[in-house]
C-alpha cells in the first residue's frame, strides 16, 4: 500500500488536483470492453469535483461509457430528498455525462437501512461477480470525504461497523444523527485499487491531523481505518484543513507539477 499527502494551496487546486487525479486514475482504454468500479462519496466536498469532472476539459477525457457507479454510503432518505448522496451526485455529475443507466448502481435510501443494505450487497455480489476472484468487490476508484470527527463514509467514531470484516454493506445507527445510515464496509475500502480522500476546510484541521500524524486509534478516527491493502491511498488536502499538519508530512501540489498525481 502506498500512502501520499498532498497539500494544495486554495479550494480551487484542491477540485483541480482531484479532478486530474479521476482521470489520470481510470486509463480508459476505449473499445476494450473494460469497465472500471468508481465507489462516490457523498456530503457537499465533492459537489465541487464533481462539477468540474462534467465540464471541460475533463468531461471528453473520461470514458463515461465504462464506468459502473456505487456509492459509499447513503442517508436513509428518498432519492429526490435534499440529504440524498444520489441526488447530489445526479444533479452536479450523472445528469450531465453519457453514463449508462444499468452502470448506476444507488444505494436505495428510501428502504429501512438494515433492507436497504442487504440489498446493495447483492447488488455488489452480482455487480462483481464476473472478475472478482478474491470474493471481496475490488473497486478501482473509491472517493471518501473526512468529517471534522475523523469519520469518513459512514462509519462514524466509537461505532460497532469498525470492527464489521464479514459484510460488505452495513446500516450503522448514527447517535449524532440520530439516524441509520446505509455504508459499505472497512474490508471494502481496504480492498479498493486506489483510495482518493477530498478535504476542505479550516474544521477539519484537527481531525486532519489526529488522522494522518496522531497515534492509530480508529475507533476515534474512523479514517484511519482505510489503508488498501494492495492498492493506492491519495489524500488531497487544501491549505486550511492541513494547517496543523508537519511540513515533512506532505507534498505542495501546484498546477505546475501535475505529474506528481
Ligand atoms: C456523507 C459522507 C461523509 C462525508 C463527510 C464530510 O454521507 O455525509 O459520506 O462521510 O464525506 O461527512 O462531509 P462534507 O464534505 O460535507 O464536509
Known amino acids: 500500500m502506498s500512502r501520499r499527502i498532498l497539500v494544495c494551496q486554495t479550494q480551487e487546486d484542491l477540485f483541480e488536483a482531484a479532478a486530474q487525479f479521476v482521470v489520470q486514475s481510470l486509463t480508459f482504454q ?11 462519496s457523498g456530503g457537499s466536498t465533492p459537489q465541487r469535483l464533481f462539477v468540474r469532472l462534467a465540464a471541460a476539459p475533463y468531461r471528453s477525457k473520461v470514458d463515461w461509457s465504462s464506468l459502473c457507479i456505487f456509492w ?35 444505494m436505495e435510501g428510501e428502504r429501512p437501512a438494515q433492507e436497504a443494505a442487504v440489498r446493495y450487497e447483492k447488488v455488489l455480489h452480482h455487480a462483481f461477480s464476473q472478475n472478482n476472484k478474491e470474493g471481496v468487490p475490488r473497486f478501482d476508484l473509491i472517493l471518501l470525504g473526512m468529517g471534522s470527527d475523523g469519520h469518513t463514509a459512514s ?12 459484510q460488505w454493506v452495513a446500516a450503522p445507527w448514527v447517535e449524532k444523527f440520530h439516524t441509520h445510515r446505509i455504508t459499505l464496509t472497512p474490508p471494502l475500502f481496504n480492498a479498493a485499487k486506489q483510495v482518493l480522500f477530498v478535504v476542505s476546510g479550516s474544521d477539519k484541521d484537527q481531525a486532519a491531523e489526529a488522522v ?33 499538519l508537519k511540513k515533512s508530512s506532505f507534498t505542495e501540489w501546484t498546477r505546475d507539477n501535475e505529474k506528481m498525481l
Open 155 to 166: 462509519l462514524f467514531p466509537e461505532t460497532a461497523v469498525l470492527e464489521e470484516r464479514e
Open 30 to 40: 476505449p473499445d476494450s470492453g473494460k469497465t472500471y468500479s468508481v465507489a462516490l
Open 212 to 244: 494522518l500524524e496522531g497515534p492509530f486509534q480508529p475507533n476515534r478516527y474512523p479514517a484511519q481505518i482505510v489503508n488498501p491493502v494492495q492498492g493506492d491511498l491519495v489524500w488531497l488536502l487544501d491549505r486550511e484543513a492541513a494547517s496543523r
Open 72 to 106: 459509499g454510503d447513503e442517508r436513509e432518505v428518498p432519492p429526490e430528498h435534499s440529504e440524498s448522496n444520489f441526488r447530489m451526485a445526479k444533479e452536479n455529475l450523472l445528469d450531465r455525462v453519457p453514463i449508462p443507466p444499468n452502470q448506476i448502481f444507488r
